[in-house]
């Protein structure tokens, strides 16, 4: 892992970027898909973690949560909204073909939150915002002290910054609202699910425009 803001390591993604997870002080922040645990496991060895948080409810970030919180003896916090879902492997995604073809998928790993969190939270020094809209509990975490905004899945950035996938998301009205919410907070560093790091505040703010 690597250090790309005091106190928040960005973990080691196979590809890299495809689905990011990160080491905020002594709580990790998503969970990848279920085959990330190993993996997870092996980079976590040796630092201090004491808790799990879970930006929302998708199975390519709670995927291996049940696995490192049972290794590692973590309680898994999550979005107050999207704690039911992880609790019972059943993720709100969007309307169509694809997401009901998707349902018939194995489902992940289930496993029981130990706390919801609501907006004005504190997790490792960074502030819980509620940015629901890709999924009912959709949080992101904000730090006003150097403005780096760990966004989740609120905006894509795979080549470019984009809304995330429509067929994902459970309300993309409500999503476009939490895009202008975290864009209007002009973050120095932007933190993604998935996609690299992004320290242009005016790319949020044209893309949560449109």
Not at 31 to 42: D, N, S
Not at 56 to 76: I, K, Q
Not at 99 to 120: Q, W
Request: a neutral charge.
């Amino acid at each position: 892992m690597r250090e790309i803001a005091p106190g928040v390591q960005l973990l080691r993604g196979r590809p890299p970027h495809m689905v990011n997870c990160y080491l905020v002080g002594d709580v990790l922040v998503d969970a990848g898909t279920p085959g990330a645990r190993k993996r997870l496991l092996r980079e976590l060895s040796g630092h201090p973690v004491t808790a799990h948080a879970v930006t929302h409810a998708h199975p390519d970030h709670f995927g291996s949560s049940r696995a490192v919180c049972e290794a590692m003896d973590l309680p898994l916090w999550c979005g107050a909204a999207d704690a039911e879902a992880i609790e019972t492997a059943t993720p709100a995604i969007g309307p169509g073909l694809v997401p009901r073809l998707m349902s018939h998928l194995p489902k992940v790993p289930s496993y029981a939150v130990s706390r919801g969190l609501v907006e004005g939270d504190a997790v490792a020094g960074f502030e819980v915002l509620e940015v629901p809209g890709h999924s009912p509990g959709h949080i992101a975490l904000w730090r006003e002290s150097d403005r780096v905004l760990i966004a989740g899945d609120v905006f894509f950035h795979l080549g470019r910054v984009t809304a995330p996938w429509s067929f994902l998301t459970a309300d993309v009205a409500v999503n476009r609202a939490s895009m202008r919410r975290l864009a209007a907070l002009r973050p120095a560093l932007a933190l993604f699910g998935h996609g690299p790091p992004l320290r242009d505040p005016d790319v949020l703010e044209r893309v949560a425009a449109r």
